[in-house]
């Protein structure tokens, strides 16, 4: 299972939201740059950053933090935010990302059929849920009304190999992750499943650690980290990452 920072972009710094909310929003750092060499230093394999103004309002707005961060890197990226046309995808992965998230478009049958046809497993599916039911458009208040596991096998369908699974309503909280949520996914899906949201401490990944499936790709970890609650050297030292 890899463990897999996140760094998060606003206005060109590294920030944590608490569930989704832009109205509560906590600067990490001045320099994405600098936070994306502290995660290699410490044992990353793999490095997610999402665009948060991006997925706000439908554009990337923070290309050229993204480009500082590539520019530095060692490891791969997974970048997601404001990815809704073929050309936006298409663009970031000639810049140097290894696996674009798409989120709001992913109920785009005919864009993820083309994306997946030409970039294959560098193309992963962000889903965003809250009770159950995916969210759209940057975890506002748009609601797709189409339940996770129904949505799930389409994808598989598609050709999709990877899901990126944040329950909203842990996310940023440092409230343990949705288990329940997680084991229930992974049950309907061969996909690649990684996991967001709520992580605290170390018990909380070592939990999902001996969760039996060898789909479960990795969990993101953000406000934990930038809290000092998990220590990224140390996680990886105790749970190692495939």
Not at 146 to 172: A, M, N, P, S, W
Not at 203 to 210: E, R, T
Request: charged share 25%; net charge positive; with cysteine.
């Amino acid at each position: 299972m890899l463990i897999i920072p996140a760094i998060d972009l606003r206005n060109g710094k590294v920030v944590r939201l608490t569930k989704g909310a832009f109205d509560q929003e906590t600067v990490y750092s001045l320099s994405p740059a600098d936070v994306m060499q502290k995660w290699q230093r410490e044992g990353a394999q793999l490095v997610h950053v999402v665009d948060l103004d991006g997925a706000k309002e439908g554009v990337r707005q923070n290309l050229r933090s993204l480009k500082n961060i590539i520019a530095v890197s060692k490891i791969q990226i997974q970048f997601g935010g404001g990815l809704r046309t073929f050309e936006a995808v298409e663009e970031i992965l000639k810049a140097g990302v290894w696996r674009a998230v798409v989120g709001t478009k992913a109920f785009d049958t005919e864009l993820i059929k083309k994306l997946v046809q030409k970039f294959k497993e560098r193309i992963a599916i962000g889903l965003d849920v809250r009770d159950g039911v995916i969210q759209t458009h940057g975890w506002q208040t748009n609601e797709s009304g189409v339940q996770l596991e129904d949505f799930v096998q389409q994808l598989e369908k598609l050709g999709v190999k990877t899901i990126i699974c944040t329950d909203i309503t842990r996310d940023g909280t440092l409230k343990g992750p949705n288990i329940q949520l997680l084991k229930q996914l992974l049950k309907v899906t061969k996909m690649n499943v990684v996991v967001s949201g709520g992580i605290s401490s170390l018990s909380d990944l070592k939990k999902l650690s001996q969760i039996e499936a060898s789909n479960l790709e990795g969990v993101i970890v953000g406000k934990a980290l930038y809290e000092q609650k998990v220590i990224l050297r140390d996680a990886i030292s105790e749970l190692g990452s495939r």
